[in-house]
């Protein structure tokens, strides 16, 4: 069992960064790939970013590739999200996975509780 916290949500303007942090406890992360989604009111559940164990591979949406990168420390079973360039539609509720394979789809093992972040325009 996986347990994930996420954490450094909050207000930011717009072309602001703000940097998302997700510590995992319970078995070690070092062997699972983990991710980050977002869900905006009344949208589904969307793909942001994922890295495999090693680092060696990631993964970004579209919509946020050149202004979001995942780094990830495995000594601190913690990966990171860093929003740079911030827009108002990249406003919502971002949560934390984890899961033994990467993907882009929602079909991961452990999820966190999610930390909201509102860009202002």
């Known amino acids: 069992q996986v347990q994930l916290g996420e954490s450094g949500g909050g207000l930011v303007q717009a072309g602001g960064s703000r940097r998302l942090a997700c510590a995992a406890a319970?078995?070690?992360?070092?062997?699972?790939?983990m991710a980050w989604f977002r869900q905006a009111p009344g949208k589904e559940r969307d793909f942001v970013s994922a890295?495999?164990?090693?680092?060696?591979?990631?993964l970004y949406a579209d919509s946020v590739k050149g202004r979001f990168t995942i780094p990830r420390d495995n000594a601190k079973n913690t990966v990171y999200l860093q929003m740079n360039y911030l827009k108002p539609e990249d406003t919502a509720v971002y949560y934390c996975?984890?899961?033994?394979?990467?993907?882009?789809?929602?079909?991961?093992?452990?999820w966190g509780q999610g930390t909201q972040v509102t860009v202002s325009s």
């Open positions: 890295i495999t164990w090693s680092g060696g591979s990631t």
């Open positions: 319970g078995r070690t992360c070092s062997n699972y790939a």
């Open positions: 996975a984890a899961d033994r394979l990467i993907r882009r789809t929602p079909q991961y093992a452990y």
